[in-house]
């Protein structure tokens, strides 16, 4: 007896271009670390659904009044966690959309069970060098320290990959082309709603 829905992995070889047609039942929440591609490859999946795109951390900023890297130096310990949730919360409460997260947002528990609940997950699972092509030398992610990249992304890996897997769907994510990345997005997904959510299978043209 299965204990939840089927998760579903993209094969990491370039597919053929989706064929089979769907409408996400729920809100579509990207997860993963930073540098695996969450606001591009989420604003190119929602521009193919013809949803909304809305990014938690551009979001949680405009609540705050202040950037991400100072939330909680201004608001104190915790801040960003609690007030992410709630932002989260009101989001996920609105129309179906594809929703960018922040690189750590699925790991904390309350936000983790608020996203299993009202969205449907789709990891971007990037190895150590794509992440680090991506981010080497960049001063706008708070998380990262220059010069110390590799050291705190293989933390990262290590302590929340297995929290990560915890997603509905998985998608291996390389140096590509953005398109291509979304294209096996939209197949592992349609796997998936076919298994767990068979009546919104089939029902628009992606």
Same mark, same amino acid.
């Given at each position: 007896?299965?204990?939840?829905?089927?998760?579903?992995?993209?094969? &990491?070889?370039?597919? @053929?271009?989706? #064929?089979?047609?769907?409408?996400?039942? %729920? &809100?579509?929440?990207?997860?993963?670390?930073?540098?695996?591609? %969450?606001?591009?490859? =989420?604003?190119?999946?929602?521009?193919?659904?013809?949803? &909304?795109?809305?990014?938690?951390?551009? $979001?949680?900023? @405009?609540?705050?009044?202040?950037?991400?890297?100072?939330?909680?130096?201004?608001?104190?310990? =915790?801040?960003?966690?609690?007030?992410?949730?709630?932002?989260?919360?009101?989001?996920?409460?609105?129309?179906?959309?594809?929703?960018?997260?922040?690189?750590?947002?699925?790991?904390?528990? /309350?936000?983790?069970? #608020?996203?299993?609940?009202? @969205?449907?997950?789709?990891? #971007?699972?990037?190895?150590?060098?794509? #992440?680090?092509?991506? !981010?080497?030398?960049? %001063?706008?992610?708070?998380?990262? $320290?220059?010069?110390?990249?590799?050291?705190?992304?293989?933390?990262?890996?290590?302590?929340?990959? &297995?929290?990560? @897997?915890?997603?509905?769907?998985?998608?291996?994510?390389?140096?590509?082309?953005?398109?291509?990345? !979304? /294209?096996?997005?939209?197949?592992?997904?349609? $796997?998936?709603?076919?298994?767990?959510?068979?009546?919104?299978?089939?029902?628009?043209?992606?």
């Amino acid at each position: 007896m299965s204990d939840g829905p089927e998760k579903f992995s993209a094969m &990491p070889s370039r597919p @053929a271009s989706p #064929l089979v047609s769907f409408m996400p039942p %729920k &809100p579509i929440v990207i997860i993963g670390l930073m540098g695996c591609g %969450k606001t591009s490859i =989420g604003k190119r999946l929602a521009k193919r659904f013809d949803l &909304p795109f809305c990014d938690s951390d551009q $979001e949680v900023e @405009a609540a705050a009044g202040c950037s991400i890297g100072d939330i909680d130096s201004v608001f104190g310990a =915790g801040a960003l966690q609690s007030g992410e949730y709630r932002v989260l919360s009101r989001i996920l409460g609105q129309s179906v959309q594809v929703v960018a997260t922040g690189c750590l947002s699925f790991t904390y528990d /309350d936000t983790r069970a #608020l996203l299993k609940e009202k @969205a449907i997950s789709v990891w #971007l699972k990037a190895d150590i060098q794509t #992440l680090l092509l991506r !981010v080497i030398g960049r %001063k706008d992610r708070p998380l990262l $320290e220059v010069g110390r990249e590799e050291e705190i992304l293989v933390g990262f890996i290590e302590n929340y990959y &297995p929290i990560f @897997a915890e997603s509905d769907v998985c998608v291996q994510t390389y140096d590509e082309p953005a398109n291509i990345t !979304v /294209d096996r997005v939209i197949i592992a997904m349609s $796997e998936f709603i076919q298994k767990n959510y068979p009546d919104h299978h089939v029902l628009k043209s992606v």
